[in-house]
């Protein structure tokens, strides 16, 4: 059956990683087209702060699923799998390879398995876990778990902070154990055979790179592109105005804090986030990790996987 699923590259990894750059040389050595599995790039407006690729950067591939809605519109893993489905079956059928590009680990995961019906989330919810986890720590909230949902706490580590609190999460919302919940589902729509690529990037180096990314940012204009989408409408209490990046310098624009400040600030919350990207993936039994750097053996696990 596998065999005659259709094949999806799949590259991810943390922010900074390499991902975009990587992708437009597999897409040119493949004839491939990107389809972009970042939460943010989906946005209009919001190109600096989501370290989108301007398009002379993209070598004249084409890219899916970037810019298709405006800050104050919903986007979620859910309405990107409905965006995502019928442009990788009409590629499919054209023979055209797809490369889904992308940090957005529960975007990858909803492509590839399916999602779970699921009450909305709810961000006063979610945010007091993040706090409670901030302060006390994850085994805090490992041990709720383990009292609450003893089969889920034996699949998750003690460490595993995402996943713990989407857990706990779940069974505020559903009232029903996450165990339960994602056993009646398995994550098993599954509709493609995936090479799924992830990249490892020694932490040192990674975090040197978004240092830099963070300042480049800054010279590029990160306050003018916020200080515009104040100006259009686009509140600060808007999801994607509250990303890293766009709510520092929000902060800023208010005197929250000054801009030495702001940079500390987003490299500080962007390391955080890389980590969180790197334990949500590491937990992908599927993930292959690569090193961005070895061209050679990743292009040789492409073509392979391609034959």
Known sequence: ????????????????????????????????????????????????????????????ITHHLIDIVDPDQEFNAALF???????????????????????????????????????????????????????????YLYERLCNLDSKAAERIHPTDAIRIIRALEVLDLTGRPFSEVT??????????????????????????????RTLSMIDAGLVGEVEGLLRMGYGPELKPMKAIGYRHIVGYLKGDWDLDEVVRLIQRDTKRYAKRQITWFRADPEVVWVNPDDRSEIIHMVRAFRQ
């Open 81 to 139: 799998r409905s965006h995502a489905l019928p442009i990788i079956d009409d590629l499919s059928r054209r023979d055209i390879p797809i490369i889904v590009v992308g940090g957005t680990g529960l975007y990858v995961k909803a492509l590839l398995g399916g999602l779970f019906s699921c009450p909305p989330s709810q961000r006063e919810l979610r945010q007091k876990l993040w706090e409670e986890c901030e302060d006390k720590g994850s085994t």
């Open 183 to 212: 056993d009646e589902h398995s994550f098993s729509d599954r509709r493609f055979l995936p090479l799924h690529l992830c990249l490892f990037v020694e932490r040192e180096v990674l975090y040197d790179r978004i240092n830099s």
């Open 1 to 60: 059956m596998t065999e005659e699923l259709p094949k999806l590259l799949i590259l991810s990894g943390p922010t900074a990683s390499g991902k975009s750059e990587l992708a437009i040389e597999l897409a040119s050595l493949l004839g491939a087209e990107i389809l972009n599995a970042d939460s943010m790039q989906v946005y209009r407006g919001m190109d600096i702060g989501t370290a989108k690729l301007p398009i002379p950067k993209r070598g004249g």
